[in-house]
């Protein structure tokens, strides 16, 4: 039988109203991008540029006051923050060609893409229950789709087959983005990976601007009608990112992503008690069935905590012994203070020591860096 206090652990609360919380700042975010649209600004990567920006100032004022060496190498960041980037522009710039439902539907790809590439690279194993609870969850979504489709809201697009391969292709590199995501916030460290993805974030956008969006920029007239939505956007999205890698290093990217198929459901709640708009009752039942997917996936991780924590705790166990071994080579310089010859090759075996762990940890970061991200960027 099962055992429902299971289904109702500190963590799968946590984990559920976390990601609940994440799926209303991404339906805030398509609210302030739907009033963008309507003045006529058509700035994907100028409204991201600012979250980029927002990260690297706040995270890195934070890096910088711990003055602590980066765990991850820094051209990870690069290949990381590139795919974040294109992630979110080629998912906006569909909008242009394809319908609003065959976005909602393709965007799923990228539940099977991080079920696969968290089962490759991160070794994480799922159980029956956890696969039943992401069919329960797509079913959920794919009643939305119906759902439009019976309501009559469904329209074609200019290019929808050109639309769906950039639904698809953005998909992928979400799916790409958040597993390296949650590998590094579990093996290296959450404000560097803020910090250095905003870094980068912000050259790559500020590239694109330069080159896509410059003339956009320049029509742009500023009024607080535009401004307000702009900035909305940025600091729901800043707020997005922030708490990302608290669920991704909790309960993984598959959560993250599973969560988020509520967005398009709180939308409609608020298209209904904000603009009074009525809506079809397939809505009301899609919710119900991502709600109750989620419940079942996130439900009984007692169970898998052992399997889920060789992979979680190997950055734990790094980042300790780096310490620790930081910490014993200031103990050793201390006592050797004073000492002659004896205290000198002390000193010198101690560093030469810590030296070569800290070496072999990099190493071992690295190649472990290498097998993950190096394979997806191809």
């Not at 598959?254 to 459901?265: E, G, P, R, W």
Request: with cysteine; proline share 2%; hydrophobic share 45%.
């Amino acid at each position: 039988m099962v055992n429902f206090k299971q289904f109702w652990t500190k963590k799968t609360l946590v984990g559920l109203g976390l990601g609940q919380f994440l799926s209303l700042l991404i339906t805030s975010t398509g609210f302030s991008s739907s009033e963008l649209a309507k003045r006529g600004i058509n700035a994907p990567t100028s409204q991201s540029f600012l979250n980029y920006v927002l990260l690297s100032v706040v995270y890195g004022s934070v890096m910088l006051y711990r003055r602590q060496a980066l765990k991850a190498k820094w051209y990870y960041y690069v290949i990381l923050g590139l795919v974040d980037v294109e992630a979110n522009y080629l998912v906006v710039k569909a909008y242009q060609y394809t319908s609003i439902t065959s976005v909602m539907l393709l965007d799923c790809w990228s539940i099977p893409s991080v079920m696969l590439l968290t089962y490759i690279f991160l070794k994480t194993k799922y159980r029956y229950r956890k696969i039943a609870g992401v069919i329960v969850c797509v079913a959920g979504l794919v009643m939305v789709v119906f759902s439009d489709v019976h309501a009559g809201d469904r329209s074609g697009g200019s290019n929808p087959r050109k639309g769906d391969l950039l639904v698809i292709a953005g998909a992928t590199l979400y799916a790409i983005s958040n597993v390296s995501e949650e590998f590094l916030v579990k093996n290296a460290d959450r404000v560097e990976l803020m910090s250095f993805l905003g870094l980068f974030g912000a050259i790559i956008s500020a590239i694109q601007i330069s080159i896509v969006e410059r003339n956009e920029l320049k029509s742009i007239h500023w009024t607080a009608g535009a401004a307000f939505p702009f900035l909305g956007f940025s600091l729901a999205m800043f707020l997005f990112y922030s708490f990302v890698p608290v669920l991704l290093k909790m309960s993984g990217s598959t959560m993250l992503n599973l969560s988020l198929l509520t967005s398009d459901m709180w939308a409609v709640v608020i298209r209904i008690f904000a603009y009074h708009e009525k809506v079809d009752w397939m809505y009301f039942l899609a919710f119900v069935a991502v709600a109750v997917g989620l419940i079942i996936y996130s439900g009984g991780d007692k169970d898998d905590d052992q399997s889920r924590a060789d992979v979680a705790d190997q950055g734990t166990e790094r980042s300790k012994h780096f310490d620790e071994e930081a910490g014993f080579d200031n103990l050793s310089r201390g006592n050797t203070v004073g000492s002659s010859k004896m205290g000198d090759m002390s000193r010198h075996d101690c560093m030469t020591s810590s030296g070569g762990r800290e070496t072999i940890e990099n190493t071992s970061i690295g190649k472990d860096m290498q097998a993950l991200l190096i394979p997806l960027s191809l």
